[in-house]
């Protein structure tokens, strides 16, 4: 079975300060792992995927998640936060195998960040 | 190149009222999902077209719930009849293969449902 945790529901951080989203999984297989981020009223877009290659994946608008396999981890971070970054994250697992299947969700950390 | 759109953004009904939900995927993709958000809750599957066949259904609720994909194109989900527990978001998904380690979905706006 497949799970994710994000480890925090919230997350308040200033404009110009670092950013870190926590994210644990469980999986029985190696795992494809997926940071999404919905902006409000919009659609969820996909920041970045892990799918077994390098274990440190950059993403879109600076940021980048690295795959921890001996922590079972997948934290999203950024160096400097963006106003336009406020929004939920959620992220993501499916098992690799299982491609084009159902995506599992976590519960979602909605990101502030303050001017 | 259009995205995923869904019709319509916001629907209100009374319990017991049935609702329709339609999905226009990305032109091309053969593959449509639909997820749900209860409040409060995580974002969860539903179920899995491929093209006009249903691949995996194993999220979807209870028999209240009816998907279609009539010639592989767009999808409705029907919700007949409704209940307070339905409310939420429906989120409808499309992907394409692009690359070996997992497809990525594309996901529209998705529906806001109020069940009153």
């Known amino acids: 079975a497949q799970s994710v945790t994000q480890l925090d529901s919230h997350v308040s951080v200033s404009e110009g300060t670092p950013v870190l989203l926590r994210c644990n999984y469980s999986?029985?297989?190696?795992?494809?792992l997926f940071w999404y981020v919905q902006h409000p009223n919009k659609g969820l877009q996909l920041l970045l995927k892990?799918?077994?290659?390098?274990?440190l994946v950059k993403g879109i608008n600076g940021f980048e998640a690295e795959f921890k396999k001996s922590e079972t981890s997948f934290h999203l971070t950024k160096p400097s936060a963006h106003m336009s970054d406020a929004a939920e994250y959620f992220c993501?697992?499916?098992?690799?195998?299982?491609?084009?299947?159902?995506?599992?969700f976590g519960q979602g950390t909605e990101l502030s960040v303050k001017p | 190149e259009a995205g995923v759109t869904q019709f319509p953004s916001h629907s209100v009904i009374e319990k017991g009222q049935t609702v329709t939900l339609r999905c226009d995927p990305i032109?091309?993709?053969?593959?449509l999902y639909w997820y749900r958000r209860v409040m409060g809750k995580e974002i969860k599957f539903l179920l899995h077209?491929?093209?006009?066949?249903?691949?995996?259904e194993s999220g979807m609720p209870n028999n209240r719930f009816l998907a279609e994909r009539t010639g592989g194109t767009y999808s409705t989900l029907k919700v007949q009849p409704a209940e307070l527990e339905d409310s939420g978001v429906y989120f409808c998904?499309?992907?394409?293969?692009?690359?070996?380690?997992?497809?990525?979905?594309?996901f529209g706006p998705g529906t806001r449902l109020t069940v009153t």
């Open positions: 998904a499309s992907s394409q293969v692009i690359s070996k380690g997992g497809r990525e979905q594309y």
């Open positions: 999986s029985s297989y190696s795992p494809s």
């Open positions: 892990y799918t077994s290659a390098a274990t």
């Open positions: 993501v697992v499916t098992p690799f195998y299982n491609q084009g299947g159902k995506l599992i």
């Open positions: 032109s091309g993709h053969d593959n």
């Open positions: 077209f491929v093209k006009e066949s249903k691949q995996d």
